[in-house]
Structures are given as C-alpha cells and as structure tokens.
C-alpha cells in the first residue's frame, strides 16, 4: 500500500484499526509525566488490566479454602493446566501437545535428556551462531554433564559474509551437506537481534528427512506470527510467555511436544510427580508412570498465580485473533520502514521480506548508537538497545499505534 509520512496519515490509520480498542486493555507506562511510545514488547510485554482480577481469584480461594482449592477452587489448582487449551491453539498444535510449566530454559533442558542421542557419528546440534546466549548454555552444559566436548558436537550457522541474517538455502544446504552425522537441529523461530523470522516448516521438513530430532525455541515467535506445529511435525518447542504474551516477568514456560512422543510413554525423561496419571497420583507410587502429552513432562505443581496471568493474556489473544494480529503487525512494521527510508543513521538489518519478520525491526546504528538510543528514552519512547550497536524496536499490534511508529521515527530522523 501507498504510506504517507504525516501524523494526520497515521491518526487516520489509527482509527481505521480494528484492534484499536484492544490498546485499552493494557496498562501504558509513563515517563516524566508522559504517556510512553512502548516498543519493548519483544522483551516484557506490557501488563493486561485484567490480570489483577484473575489473580484476585486465586488468592481468594487461597484465603478461604487452603489446601482444599486444590480440588476445590474455581479454577482447581490440581487440574490448572488443562484450562489453556488457547495456548496450544495459538502454536497450531493439539491440546495435549501443549503444557504450560517452568520456564524456557528448563523446559529446553528437559527436552535434551529426552531427546538428544548421541549415535556415535550421528550426535551434532545444529544452532544459530547468534541463538539467545540461554540456549547455547543450557546446550553446552547439558553436552558437559554427559561428558561430550560442545565444540565438537555444535555445528554453527553463520551468515555469509557482509550479511547479518541467514538464508534459508543455506540452512537447509547445511543440513543435507551433514545429514549423517546431524543428531538434532535446534534454532529459534525468530532470532532475537535481528528479528529474522525463520521458515520453520520447510527447515523441519528437511531436517526430519536427514533423521534429525527438530526443537524451535519460540520466545520471540509465539503471539508474534501464526505457527502450526503439530501439521509442521515439530518435534518439540519451548517459549516463554512475557515477551509478546504479555504474562509478566519471569512468567509461566510453555512446551510442545508432538503426540508422535507425547504418547510413547517409553521415552526416556526427567520424572517428576506432576507428570504421572492423574488419576493415580495420589495412590503416592514410587513407580514413575508418565501421562501421554506434554503434561507427561511436568515435574511439579502448577505454579498458580504465574498460569494465572498467562491466562489472562490468552483471553485476549483468543478473542483479538492470531491472523487479524498478524495483519496489523505487517502494516506497522511496513509503515516503520516506510519513515526510516533515508535515514542515513540507522540501518534496517531484519530481513524486508514481510514473510521473513514478525513485529521487531533492528535497527543497526552507524554512529553514536547509544545517544541515539537515550534521545528515544527522553522522548517518552521506550525500545532496547542490543551490544554493540543495535537498536531493536517492536511495534506489538495489540498496543501499539500507527501514531507511536510516526513519533518514534520523528525522533530518528531528527
């Protein structure tokens, strides 16, 4: 479509937005005094207004059943997780491929003792060179304990020279090039610094054809673009939900695993009681029996209040609607890019392909990145600054308006 760089242009498109009444469900910080530009989504997504009221829930059946809000509650704390059936909706997946528990990392490191076999010649992880820095520790020492050396079992992809983002040609070259020796590919579904968004169905696709086990960390991925990984046949993912699922810091994990796994109970896993048979967990046998689906992984009880916010987000979601999301995504990102063409001190390192990029956009700063990164700040506009030199700014459709894009790049530009 034809932009224009005009504030009326962006109020107008404003008040065409559909989603626009969804910004009000959400708690705007200030700064000085002034209603801020949030643009940190894809770090701590902003607080919904109805959080409170869902924890509100739990700590009155606390209050006044204890213990017995376990069973009894209105929302039984016992049976907690089966109330997100949302959360697997929004991955695509089945409702038994999903659970909600842990955090991202622990969640990852239990998939590794299920999933990571070291077949002699066949034992490489495929990562992004640039995978989040958690990934690559929780990889590193799960290999140590094991007695494996990581820079002998971690394959990295790089971009080609003079380029910041990988192709997904030579993703997939990659693969097939070490097919025989390739254990497990692990990437992220869109990476962290440069907001690239990978093409998650066809790496998966050839991935399994070499043999290898597929994980997707999802932590800028989910709530950011639609996903599809039961159809996709993903083996597992984890994400966390307090970036664009807005469930607070430190918020709830969420794990897929497909139902080609869940329902091998045979597969070898860190037990926990959580994840035995409901139906018998309470007879208090020593004998680790695993659940089918995802749950068959959980380790512990629903931590309570932490789902309950996550809850809260998810309703949102549900109702706004992944797709409509994802359209509006598309346009503040183009609007964005369309405002910073010219822009001589910033360089847009995301790929431009819409298909390639969900709502961030990095910015590679050419001079004096961090003043230009604090002049945002004294703006009332809130983004993230990335050593060494990148700013990244998320434009979240469920908050952000076509006016907050026009104001933050009226500050670059200036």
């Not at 209050?63 to 959360?87: I, R, T």
């Not at 910041?164 to 997939?172: M, P, V, Y």
């Amino acid at each position: 479509m034809e932009f224009q760089n005009d504030l009326k242009y962006a109020q107008q498109l404003d008040k065409e937005d559909t989603l626009r009444e969804y910004r009000k469900q959400f708690f705007i910080p200030d700064y000085q005094g002034n209603s801020v530009s949030y643009f940190c989504g894809n770090s701590l997504g902003l607080q919904p207004k109805v959080v409170k009221f869902y924890i509100e829930q739990e700590l009155l059946d606390w209050k006044n059943m204890g213990v017995e809000g376990h069973l009894e509650a209105k929302n039984p704390w016992f049976s907690y997780h089966h109330f997100f059936e949302s959360a697997a909706t929004l991955v695509g997946a089945q409702k038994e491929e999903v659970v909600m528990m842990n955090s991202l990392t622990m969640n990852l490191h239990l998939m590794l003792a299920s999933f990571y076999k070291n077949r002699g010649k066949r034992r490489k992880i495929v990562m992004e060179s640039s995978a989040f820095p958690s990934d690559f520790h929780a990889v590193q020492s799960f290999l140590q304990l094991n007695n494996l050396d990581p820079t002998d079992i971690i394959l990295e992809l790089t971009p080609r020279n003079g380029e910041h983002t990988l192709r997904t040609e030579d993703i997939i070259a990659t693969i097939d090039e070490n097919r025989l020796e390739i254990a497990m590919v692990l990437l992220g579904g869109v990476n962290y610094y440069t907001g690239q968004l990978f093409d998650i169905a066809a790496i998966t696709k050839v991935a399994k054809k070499a043999g290898a086990v597929v994980g997707w960390d999802l932590a800028h991925t989910v709530g950011n673009v639609p996903l599809q990984l039961h159809d996709w046949g993903v083996d597992f993912a984890i994400w966390c939900t307090y970036k664009y699922l807005n469930s607070g810091p430190g918020g709830v994990g969420g794990l897929f695993v497909h139902e080609e796994h869940g329902n091998n109970l045979d597969l070898p896993r860190m037990g926990g009681w959580w994840g035995t048979e409901e139906a018998t967990r309470f007879q208090m046998n020593k004998h680790f029996k695993p659940q089918t689906g995802a749950a068959g992984w959980q380790v512990s009880n629903a931590p309570v209040f932490a789902m309950a916010m996550h809850k809260a987000s998810l309703d949102i979601f549900e109702e706004a609607g992944m797709v409509k999301l994802r359209n509006k995504s598309i346009k503040l990102t183009g609007y964005l890019e369309f405002l910073l063409k010219g822009n001589k001190d910033v360089a847009i390192i995301t790929p431009k392909n819409p298909e390639e990029r969900g709502c961030q956009l990095s910015l590679l700063t050419k001079k004096e990145g961090k003043a230009l990164f604090n002049k945002l700040k004294e703006n009332a506009i809130i983004a993230d600054w990335r050593e060494p030199n990148v700013i990244r700014v998320a434009p979240v459709p469920l908050y952000n308006t076509f006016t907050d894009v026009y104001r933050l790049a009226e500050v670059l530009n200036s």
